[in-house]
T-cell receptor, first 115, second 113 residues
């Protein structure tokens, strides 16, 4: 069983909706990540939180808004999305030691469809 | 900057046989890590194996082993005794001084009964 959980598993939303993706890790990790993955492509990094502070924002449009309420939780708030934002959204966590050895563990993902 | 190259978009292997998935990397970091992840059609990225740039021995985890050739900058994944459940997309990835993973384009492995 994965120790990184994500809800919901599937989400369908209209372009005017506001929704949130949730991620929770039970590994005691201090770094958490959001990735976007299109079909047959590798994941693309969106955001990194380290010790609950946003440390990396890969020029993601403002219609995606991350939030890290505590070291175990990571949210991604969605507003006014476009159909091209339809993708698999993956959350990951790592110990946060900041070395090359820091392994990222992924959740099962949320499949998002924007109509 | 780091770059990962996976030259096999798709691979087929007979059940119970071994298969090698290729990965070459390019990095300017003196210390780096190499990772392999498995992604079944369900979507979850499953961590398989890690190799550090200073590790003397090749990493092994059960049926997975990493054939690390530093001079050639290659980090091939070997899966022994393939099973039907091994059918998935496999990604090679690297990390350096930054916390970010750089992924290759992936190899779709199909295990034939």
């Amino acid at each position: 069983d994965t120790e990184v959980t994500q809800t919901p598993k599937h989400l369908v939303m209209g372009m005017t909706n506001k929704k949130s993706l949730k991620c929770e890790q039970h590994m005691g990790h201090r770094a958490m990540y959001w990735y976007k993955q299109k079909a047959k492509k590798p994941p693309e990094l969106m955001f990194v939180y380290s010790y609950e502070k946003l440390s990396i924002n890969e020029s993601v449009p403002s219609r995606f808004s991350p939030e890290c309420p505590n070291s175990s939780l990571l949210n991604l708030h969605l507003h006014a999305l476009q159909p091209e934002d339809s993708a698999l959204y993956l959350c990951a966590s790592s110990s946060g030691v900041g070395t090359a050895k820091d392994t990222q563990y992924f959740g099962p993902g949320t499949r998002l469809t924007v109509l | 900057a780091q770059k990962i190259t996976q030259t096999q978009p798709g691979m087929f292997v007979q059940e119970k046989e071994a298969v090698t998935l290729d990965c070459t990397y390019d990095t300017s970091d003196p210390s780096y890590g190499l990772f392999w992840y498995k992604q079944p059609s369900s979507g979850e990225m499953i961590f398989l194996i890690y190799q550090g740039s200073y590790d003397q021995q090749n990493a092994t985890e059960g049926r997975y082993s990493l054939n690390f050739q530093k001079a050639r900058k290659s980090a091939n994944l070997v899966i022994s005794a393939s099973q039907l459940g091994d059918s998935a997309m496999y990604f090679c990835a690297s990390s350096g001084s930054a916390r970010q993973l750089t992924f290759g384009s992936g190899t779709q492995l199909t295990v034939l009964p």
